[in-house]
């Protein structure tokens, strides 16, 4: 039987030897979908204990980027279960760090889940203005590539309090351009709320990836 809590500790413990192996493991007996979603998140918690030991003085920055690095690469062995879709089935999402923010952590992630589900994701990077947001949702409403039945999703990613400003600057220039109406906008990062998402003008939060990529389909379903 496959333990969630025994690859949540191994991934707490940067154990990478270990975690491989679990999620190997895990691959050959053939899990569903849903279990593979649960490993994900099994991970993400992982991931959060990486957090605390940081903010307690036990981990160190080197660590969270090898944290990064072991959650990206445990998706990426999971990804073959999380998802049959092929790129661009399931819809289009324009996603990026915002302004004022380098951390892509929780960005990665979401791209790996969401191209796991059959989106096709353009990855702005970090740092990213909201003029750069702009041309893009441009580019993809004229191309050819867009499918006019589902919903252009953005998503603003974010883990600085200050960020949050900057997404709502955003969203702000997005209504500016005339373009809001034809996207659907999802806040992701630690600093979000009920009440932040609704003064930045997205049209919903998480600090969860599995929870993120659940919102986009719920669109895309809605809109099919």
Known sequence: MFELNSLKVAFADLDEAVVRNIIS?????????????????????????????????????????????????????????????????AGTIILGTVSGDI????????????????FQVWDLGIDQPPGKFIKVVNERIESDLTDNKKPLIVGMSGVLTLTLEAMKNTVESLEEAGLRKQVKVIAGGTPLTAKACRWIGAD???????????????????RS
Not at 105 to 110: E, P, Q, T
Not at 204 to 222: D, H, N, Q
């Open 103 to 118: 951390h892509d952590i929780g960005k990665n992630v979401f791209k790996e889940l969401a191209e796991a589900g059959g």
């Open 25 to 89: 493991d895990f691959i050959r007996n053939d899990p569903s979908e849903y279990e593979a979603k649960k490993a994900v998140e099994a991970c993400q918690q992982g991931m959060a204990d990486i957090g605390r030991r940081y903010d307690q003085g036990e981990y160190f920055l080197g660590d969270l980027i090898n944290a990064g690095d072991l959650l990206a690469a445990s998706i990426a062995l999971l990804k073959p279960v999380l998802g049959s879709g092929r790129s661009g089935e």
């Open 204 to 222: 919903a939060f998480t600090s969860s990836a599995a929870e993120g990529l659940k919102i986009c389909r719920e669109w895309v379903s809605c």
